[in-house]
């Protein structure tokens, strides 16, 4: 998966004048474009992909209503994946205080196969499976930049951009990242 080139996200700024201006246009094609981008952040902050689409929209929703708040359109980056992280961090604060107030069966929707030898496919979905469990149970802290690193392609320093850190520091997080997983699945996956 190819990330965007800088120069891709510097074109921007014309389409993210034209938003402000009340383009309703420009603001469908950013979506379009952009999408991606926003559901990688998400994904990263909540670490599952039941709400992303839902989380998605209420970031698109808030950038037309917000954008006027943006003083800069060359820093549209930064502001947009701040809108994307809270949207995530308060949409896992509501998944979190409703798994509270209402407990769920045992097993937690966790799908069980009473097959003694499954056939190949099975095997590669239930490793696909433990690796999405994994990646979900790594602290956000690590979670946030494997997935923008792993998943969404970006570099070391567009990951160190967005979420104020220097290089070195997004370095440790996956070295982590990956140690935690590799901890993790060493007896699950084979």
Request: charged share 30%; hydrophobic share 40%; net charge neutral.
């Amino acid at each position: 998966m190819a990330m965007p080139l800088a120069e891709e996200f510097d074109a921007e700024e014309p389409v993210i004048e034209a938003i402000r201006s009340g383009d309703r246009y420009a603001f469908e094609e950013f979506v379009r474009r952009r999408n991606r981008w926003v559901r990688g952040v998400i994904l990263g902050v909540l670490g599952n992909q039941e709400c992303v689409d839902d989380v998605s929209q209420q970031v698109w929703t808030a950038l037309w209503q917000r954008i006027g708040e943006l003083r800069d359109s060359r820093r549209w980056r930064p502001w947009l994946y701040r809108l994307a992280r809270n949207a995530a961090i308060d949409a896992g604060r509501e998944i979190t205080r409703r798994r509270n107030v209402v407990r769920p069966l045992a097993g937690d929707l966790q799908e069980h196969t009473s097959s003694p030898e499954p056939d190949a496919s099975v095997a590669r979905d239930e490793q696909h499976r433990e690796v999405l469990a994994a990646i979900q149970a790594l602290p956000a802290i690590y979670r946030e930049p494997f997935v923008l690193r792993h998943v969404n392609g970006w570099t070391y320093q567009e990951i160190g951009e967005v979420m104020g850190l220097p290089i070195d520091s997004v370095e440790t997080r996956l070295v982590r990242a990956r140690r935690f997983l590799r901890e993790s699945l060493k007896d699950r996956i084979t």
